[in-house]
């Protein structure tokens, strides 16, 4: 029996009659031939002891070596993982040192290795890790980089776009921000490579579509977590501080009106709004113009919501206050962080910002040449800078994982510090239920009124 690779698929010649036909295994016609999905091969290889393998490209050992110590809970989730037979999710916040982890897998397996990460920002961080860890050259896939090493960091995309090219080159997966993979699109990365190890790192597991379990089959499902109060020790004594403001006179009569609309046209259609999903499907179905209109209605109200005066000027005193901290003013929309940038001549970030001019504001960020930095949903992930005290949040979605990503933007370990959370919330609007939404899971070391 000969196995080989063939764009994500396993084929097979024949099947030995002694051994059931798993389910994954199936007959291809077309080509006369038996067939599966990459991530099956290790298994294959268990099942079929004397199978000629041709499927995996030969990687030669790595001689890497590091000097970085893990704490206590890192060694715990790898043990788990080598446990769990090097397959499986951990589960740790936001600022607790996933990295390290995923570099300690790399030192155990000693063979390729590919690490996947959702934006440029993190597959460079990963990249710049791994170098500094083990003193050699990386690749990169993504960036406008395509260098192809035994040990590749890339961007999901990339991943996605050269599997069936290169998904036979790796001995081990790295999957950051594994929640990403649960997608329909980036579940096939998990689907087509080969890795017979595999390793998912997330501060934030489960989704609200229920699709982070479609993960188990290919990655191994979650066999480590730990939360923030059990890593107190090791993590930024942190507060958050919410904080109700006022709509202008206004502000108040344009969002009423708005939101008049919006609920109006509920009523009228008996359209009964109870998660995500029953919005999604509001708006695939306002076709006609009332329902353009009361969309249109809802996004308005949103918008005073999410950029009333009073927050702007509470952020005009936060900045005062904190003067010579790193702070991170993070909005739910791009039009926020521009008007937050331009009233106080500080960088915004968004999905707009080209990665080079990213990477430069965060290394000015790092270096203190910068404070403060304005951003949408860009720097929700991943991104370390560790010296980062202070985050504004002026507003946001009701996702837990999103409150949670920013929080740890703020509360990776220093000599001395404390982190701060500012909570801006627009009074007598939807921006209440959103927040307590959200906050479900956090610790709860939270005070409310003025700062």
Known sequence: MIAEFDKGTIILDEWPGDVPLPAEVKWDGRVGKYRCLGYFYSELKRILPNLIDRAMTESPPLNVNTSFKLR???????????????????????AAGKTHIGLEAILRNRKSAIIVAPT???????????????????????????DLQPITVSTYDSAYLFAEKIGNRFDLLIADEVHHMASEKFSEIAKMYTAPERLGLTATYERADGLHELLVPYMGGK??????????????????????????DEEEVEYN??????????????????????????????????GREALLAWRRSREIA??????????????????????????????TAYMVSKEFLIPAMTYLTPGPERK??????????????????????????????????????????????RLGRIIRPAAGK?????????????????SRRRRRGVPNRMSDGEA
């Open 360 to 405: 430069k504001y965060l290394d000015l960020f790092r270096e203190g040449k910068i404070t403060k930095i304005a951003t949408s949903r860009i720097l929700d992930e991943g991104v370390d800078v560790p010296d980062a005290s202070v985050a504004v949040v002026i507003s946001g979605s009701g996702s837990t994982r999103q409150f949670r990503q």
């Open 418 to 434: 404390n982190a701060i959370m500012y909570e801006l919330i627009t009074s007598g609007t939807g921006e209440k239920s959103t």
């Open 120 to 146: 440029i920002e993190l597959v460079q961080q990963w990249r710049e890790n791994i170098e500094k860890a083990f003193n050699m050259h990386i690749g990169q896939l993504g960036g406008d980089e395509k």
């Open 257 to 290: 009106r708005n939101r008049e609309i919006f609920l109006s046209y509920l009523r009228r259609y008996h359209v009964n709004l109870k998660g995500t999903f029953d919005f999604q499907r509001f708006i695939m179905q306002s076709w006609n113009r009332e």
């Open 72 to 94: 206590k809970y890192q060694e715990a989730a790898i043990s788990e993982w080598e446990k769990n037979g090097r397959r499986g999710i951990v589960v740790l916040p936001t």
């Open 306 to 335: 999410f950029s009333a005066r009073a927050k702007i000027d509470f952020v005009r005193y936060v900045m005062s206050k904190h003067r010579e901290d790193k702070m991170f003013i993070f909005t739910e929309d791009t039009e």
């Open 223 to 248: 066999m480590f977590e730990m939360g923030y109060e059990e890593l107190t020790d090791f993590l930024s004594g942190f507060e958050i501080i919410r904080i109700p403001v006022e709509l202008t």
